[in-house]
């Protein structure tokens, strides 16, 4: 089992950053891909970025490529996600995720789900 706890959620206006965080415990932490994803309450879930254990790859959803960065330290067991230049339109819960093998797009890929943390972007 992986425990994933995010943080870093908030409310901030239009234009603004916001630095997520997600702390894993549990297993051997360099042996899973993580993933951002959200979710607006009624909508599905929208993947954000992933990447891979080593995190010399990531990959990004167009929609926030170019403003988002996911980076993840193994030794400290996490992994981050900055939220630069935000828009109303990222508003969401957002949630990080955990898979053996490879960075993925899929949410039904990942095995293991944080709670989740709110952001909301102000207009």
């Known amino acids: 089992q992986v425990q994933l706890v995010e943080s870093g959620g908030g409310l901030v206006q239009a234009g603004g950053s916001l630095r997520l965080s997600c702390a894993a415990s549990?297993?051997?932490?360099?042996?899973?891909?993580m993933g951002w994803f959200r979710q607006v309450p009624g909508k599905e879930r929208e993947w954000v970025a992933a990447i891979s254990r080593s995190g010399d790859y990531t990959i990004y959803a167009n929609s926030v490529k170019g403003r988002f960065t996911i980076s993840r330290d193994n030794a400290q067991n996490t992994v981050h996600l900055q939220m630069n230049s935000l828009k109303p339109e990222d508003t969401a819960i957002y949630y990080c995720a955990a898979r053996l093998m490879g960075a993925a797009r899929n949410g039904e890929d990942y095995a293991y789900w944080g709670q989740g943390t709110q952001v909301t972007v102000s207009s």
């Open positions: 549990g297993r051997t932490f360099s042996n899973y891909a």
